[in-house]
């Protein structure tokens, strides 16, 4: 065969030096290592980042893998906290409260899906409520961590988790490692882009020194300006402000009061909600609403009313509008990160489709004419992915009880057929069908559903194979394995002191 070394894709240019661009970096830097191809990252400290983004999804930790980042190291870095899940306050009725862990609910005890014997067995009285089944729950309330086991007794003890860090000091984390490996960082405002005119390929970028920079596989990491995808190449964009009307934030940390526990918290207010994230040093807050039913003013009060510690910055207000391009890799530009698309942070899910988008990238790596399958199977992988985020935060809003104009209006709203296919399929029978690809298989659904007192109009036949006595006593059994299983856990921040003492790095590394 011939060579065909010609065909290799040699100058890759990242636009943009936040969360987006620099795992890119990181990850190209890996990938390409051996291969005659640069990888170059323009960023401008003047623009800045969009500085907010600090909850992750266990995804996280399989990147963290792949780049072969050691995790007491990152931890110590990022001033990170353990995730094991959500917390949904009052997003049912007022005062409720459930958790989306990172893991399951009980284990096989028969036949049918463990949540059809909860459901017969709450239907008599005699159930504990649906998350005392679960150990990623038990263990975020009582404020335990242990690392899983790498080889479980019982699937009852399998669970995952994520982090919580700083994620400036995350991209700090990922420019070390990205530059190491070859990267080369440029400071400088990319001020005009030049596109071939037969086959509206981008050729280059000037900046503002008046230096033009050339390339041939372009990656967007611009943020919401979509500087190459849309600014230059006019891609358009999927507006889904009519499914999540949420369109602005308020973000300030504060000082920590309380014991932080391994959880992020959402909190249901009037016109949207709020976050709470906490690191080892502070934590994160935010309030997410839509415009259209709170003043900025309101937003702004209502987050500093909740805060639990005193604020360490003043608030910062952030514009957005929910929805994705129309095309996540266009010609020879691929949008990776805000500059892609963007769905309201409430299951911290942005950082988790950068992760794909990367991923997709490097599975699909293209040559240096990209060809139009790729791009199409690309942008085929990432829509699914973008449709079902969209989906599962959706259903947070219509599953809503609450009785304020804002949460009345997301009951009644018109939903994708794809989210009205599950829902019915819950309602009627209790199913949860899995997807093939994309996030948030049954298990995050079941949570919500029941979290939200969305119960099944009937269970499975099979739970009445078995005798009442015997399914209560599985059921306790299973409780008890998991209080005993969360007794034995350290807690939270003893565990994080232990695991960072694992990071032998410099000292000055150490946030
Ligand atoms: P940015 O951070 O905006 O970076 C853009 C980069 O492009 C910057 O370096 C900028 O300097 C550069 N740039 C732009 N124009 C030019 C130019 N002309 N020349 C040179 N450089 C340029 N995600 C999560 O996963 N978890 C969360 O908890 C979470 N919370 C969020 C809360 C809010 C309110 C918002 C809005 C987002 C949240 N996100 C969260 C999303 C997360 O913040 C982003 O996905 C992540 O930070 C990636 O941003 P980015 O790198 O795409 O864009």
Known sequence: ??????????????????????????????????TDTNVRLIESAEIGTVGVGEATLPQIREFNRMLGIDEAELMARTSA??????????????????????????????????????VREQADGSADEFGQYCLPIVA?????????????????????????????????????????????????????????????????????????????????????????????????????????????????????????GPFTRSTARSAGWQWRIPLQHRIGNGHVYCDRYISDQDAVDMLMDNLEGEAIADPKQLFFKTGKRKKLWNRNCVAIGLAGGFLEPLESTSIDLIQSGILNLIALFPEKRCASSDIDEYNRLMDLEYDRVRDFLMLHYVLNQRDEPFWRDMREMAWPDSLSEK??????????????HGLFQPASWLSVFIGQNLLPETYDPRVDAMADDHRSRELERIRSSIDRGVGRMSEHLAFIEKYRANFTGRPEDAA
Not at 206 to 228: A, H, P
Not at 426 to 434: A, E, L, M, N, W
Request: with cysteine; glycine share 10%.
């Open 1 to 34: 065969m011939n060579d065909r070394s010609d065909q290799a894709v040699r100058e890759i240019i990242i636009v943009g030096g936040g969360t987006a661009g620099w795992m890119t970096a990181a990850a190209l830097s890996r990938k390409l290592a051996g």
């Open 81 to 118: 906290t353990i995730k094991l899940g959500i917390e949904f306050r009052d997003w049912g009725r007022a005062g409720d409260h459930y958790i989306h862990p990172f893991g399951i609910h009980g284990e096989p005890i028969g036949p049918a899906d463990f949540h059809h014997y909860w």
């Open 140 to 260: 975020a309330r009582e404020n335990r961590f242990d690392l899983p086991p790498e080889n479980p007794s019982s699937p009852l003890h399998a669970y995952s988790y994520a982090f919580q860090f700083d994620a400036s000091l995350y991209a700090a984390f990922l420019i070390d490692y990205a530059t190491e490996r070859g990267v080369e960082r440029i400071e400088g405002k990319v001020m005009a882009v030049e596109s071939d005119g037969e086959d509206g390929l981008i050729r280059s970028l000037t900046l503002e020194s008046g230096e033009q920079i050339s390339g041939e596989l372009f990656i967007d990491c611009s943020g919401f300006r979509g500087l190459l995808i849309e600014q230059e190449l006019e891609t358009g964009f999927d507006d889904w402000s009519d499914y999540l009307p949420c369109n602005r934030a308020f973000a300030v940390p504060c000082a920590i009061t309380d014991p932080v």
């Open 423 to 436: 829902i019915e399929a819950f309602k009627r029978r209790g199913i949860v069908p899995r997807y093939d």
